[in-house]
């Protein structure tokens, strides 16, 4: 069965801090997927990273970093010097191409 | 390139009604996918047409239906409507370039069941 688990419902932080949301998955398919996605307060989820099963190479993009273990079966997400605009809920999702699985999703509160 | 679009963007229906929600993709992706929002389960993957044929399904009793037409632009349809329906609707089209494939949402329907 696939799953997607992220323990983190709620976190806050003060602008500036450096956060991590960390996400944990199950599959028994050897190839797969796993995304994450950020969803502001207008709702609409927006596309962050993609990586594949065979790809464990981490992933730096401006302020954002992930980082991918598959002997923990984990893809966290790190942000660097946390800003007020990346407040929101951030959902990591695993795909095996026919289906994407959620997980429930962490909100981040970034204070000024 | 535009976005994946949906209209309405906001919907209040009494229960026991239908509703019709329309998703237009991205500009040649072929696969469009509907998913139901609630706070209490998230995101539930409802299904997925792709060329006009239903590819995948999920979980949800058969008042939830969709359809894909020749120029990928989707509906859903919700019949018999419960409390229980209102959520976040989110269509979301897929871009598929060999084995890798990306997947792009749009804004989503409210829909309020009163």
């Known amino acids: 069965a696939q799953k997607v688990t992220q323990a983190q419902t709620e976190i806050s932080v003060v602008e500036k801090e450096d956060v991590t949301l960390d996400c944990v998955y199950e599959?028994?398919?050897?190839?797969?997927?796993l995304f994450w996605y950020k969803q502001p307060p207008s709702g609409e989820l927006v596309f962050l990273i993609r990586?594949?099963?065979?790809?464990?190479q981490n992933e730096i993009s401006g302020r954002y970093s992930w980082n991918f273990q598959k002997s923990t079966s984990s893809f966290n997400f790190t942000i660097t010097a946390s800003q007020v605009v990346d407040s929101a809920v951030y959902f990591c999702?695993?795909?095996?191409?026919?289906?994407?699985?959620f997980g429930s999703g962490t909100k981040l509160n970034v204070k000024p | 390139k535009a976005g994946v679009t949906q209209t309405p963007r906001y919907l209040i229906k009494t229960r026991g009604q239908q509703v019709t929600l329309s998703c237009s993709p991205i500009s040649g992706h072929r696969s469009v996918s509907w998913y139901q929002q609630t706070p209490g389960q998230g995101l539930q993957f409802l299904f997925e047409y792709f060329s006009e044929t239903q590819r995948n399904k999920g979980n949800f009793p058969g008042r939830f239906s969709g359809r894909q037409f020749s120029n990928s632009r989707s509906e859903m349809n919700v019949s018999t409507l419960e409390l229980g329906d209102s959520a976040l609707y989110l269509c979301?089209?897929?871009?598929?370039?060999?084995?890798?494939?990306?997947?792009?949402f749009g804004p989503g329907t409210r829909l309020t069941v009163t």
């Open positions: 979301a089209s897929r871009a598929e370039t060999g084995i890798y494939y990306e997947q792009y």
């Open positions: 999702a695993l795909s095996n191409f026919n289906k994407f699985y």
């Open positions: 990586r594949n099963s065979f790809d464990e």
């Open positions: 599959t028994r398919d050897t190839t797969y997927y």
